[in-house]
């Protein structure tokens, strides 16, 4: 089973970066696409230059959201709505950022995967692909952020348990420094946003995400393609780092 074998697609947080690029990919290899998303104007776009049905909606709304996953009869789940506010750390995160942050990354994420999973079980056919992040993986200075990939991570391998037997596949697809309009969502202050924008190396890109997702779906269906790392060339993670306490 390739990607041929599937017909219908959800692609959460589709109106830019990831979220279009895939929407765009899968419908140009002729799956229906639902493109969901808050921002009308780019759904709109979106629309106008490809097949994609586009639904205007806040997957913080959980009963709309569910509601509306419930009448697509999905062989594919795009999780990739995601925010990072709260981003710089926790100590000085406001408290309705956190919670923003963790109802779309991770509450909406669960809630989708309940909506479109019993029918993919019934049809023992389906595809569930969770874009984490290496933030889920690896430390990082911002454990608000890490944490919700970090949930998204564990509920992959989970899933993966749970659905053992079913035909149903899971993939967790985790990029490192991707070129998007992520911090511009995440931060408030330009000067911020534009030092952590300016990276200085050639990033990861919207469209190399999709092919990772390609790929994944292309796989043959006794292949389950379980996690997918992808970062810059110039990006590491990890070491050892030593920082004096500062005096009081």
Do not use: W
């Amino acid at each position: 089973m390739t990607i041929d074998n599937y017909e219908n697609v959800v692609v959460t947080g589709a109106s830019s970066g990831i979220g279009e690029a895939v929407a765009r990919d899968l419908s140009q290899a002729g799956l229906n696409v639902h493109a969901i998303a808050r921002r009308t104007e780019r759904l709109e776009e979106l629309a106008a230059n490809t097949n994609c049905t586009v639904h205007t909606m806040d997957v913080c709304d959980s009963k709309a959201f569910v509601d509306l996953l419930e009448t697509i009869e999905a062989d594919v789940l795009i999780n990739n709505a995601g925010i990072g506010r709260g981003y710089g750390n926790l100590v000085d995160a406001l408290f309705e950022d956190i919670e923003r942050t963790i109802d779309t990354n991770v509450k909406a994420a669960i809630y989708a995967a309940k909506a479109v999973l019993p029918g993919m079980v019934e049809r023992q056919n389906g595809h569930v692909i969770n874009i984490g992040s290496m933030a889920g993986l690896y430390p990082l200075a911002s454990s608000l952020y890490g944490a919700t990939k970090g949930a998204m991570h564990v509920l992959s391998m989970d899933l993966r348990l749970e659905l053992q037997g079913t035909g149903v596949r899971v993939t967790e697809i985790c990029p490192g420094r991707v070129s998007t309009e992520f911090y511009d969502a995440a931060l408030d202050d330009p000067e911020i946003i534009e030092s952590k924008k300016n990276s200085g190396i050639e990033e990861v890109t919207s469209e190399d995400i999709s092919q990772a997702v390609m790929y994944a779906l292309n796989a043959s269906q006794h292949v389950n393609i379980n996690r997918i790392e992808l970062q810059p060339t110039e990006q590491t993670y990890g070491g050892m780092q030593f920082t004096p306490r500062s005096p009081k």
